[in-house]
């Protein structure tokens, strides 16, 4: 009999936004509880009834300014993060592309700051991002979709994944 077991799943988007080669990083505050001095995407948790799509498009307007609809989202894939805290996270990722680098917020927000950081500078150097983005950033330029679980130790690092794409 496989191994299963019952933890509590929360849902969550995160959006990468992009102009040309570069994409938009929050660079977490270091007195955050969830990963401090990381960079990340925008996004966050879905609400009560909502889904993936609409929670990627009031995140980054909450959170940018931007104004989009549905159209704008681009599916890049699905990450599922375990073990990691007391609770699993199930992350819907998305891309957005911009005409511009202007954030009609500003640069900063309660969790961070933005950085507009080009592709190369996150592949090729050891920037201190979310662990499980090492193993789906490339995937995300280069615009695969894929479907991806990382299991993480107890120093939020990850032990191992697996990922699919499609």
Known sequence: MK????RVGIKA???FIYHNDKYLFLKRNSNNKVDPDKLNGIGGKLELGENFVDAAIRETEEETG???TEKDLNFC???ILEKGSDDDWIICIFKLKVNNEFLPLGNKTED???????????INHDLELVDDLN???QDIVD??????????DKDGKV???SKSII
């Open 112 to 122: 961070g700051e933005f950085l507009w950081l080009k592709s190369e500078q996150i």
């Open 135 to 137: 193993y789906s950033f």
């Open 143 to 152: 615009e695969k979709v894929f479907f991806m679980t990382c299991i993480f």
């Open 66 to 68: 931007l104004i989009i």
């Open 3 to 6: 191994n299963y077991y019952k």
């Open 159 to 161: 032990s191992n994944f």
């Open 13 to 15: 988007v995160t959006v």
């Open 77 to 79: 894939g699905m990450d």
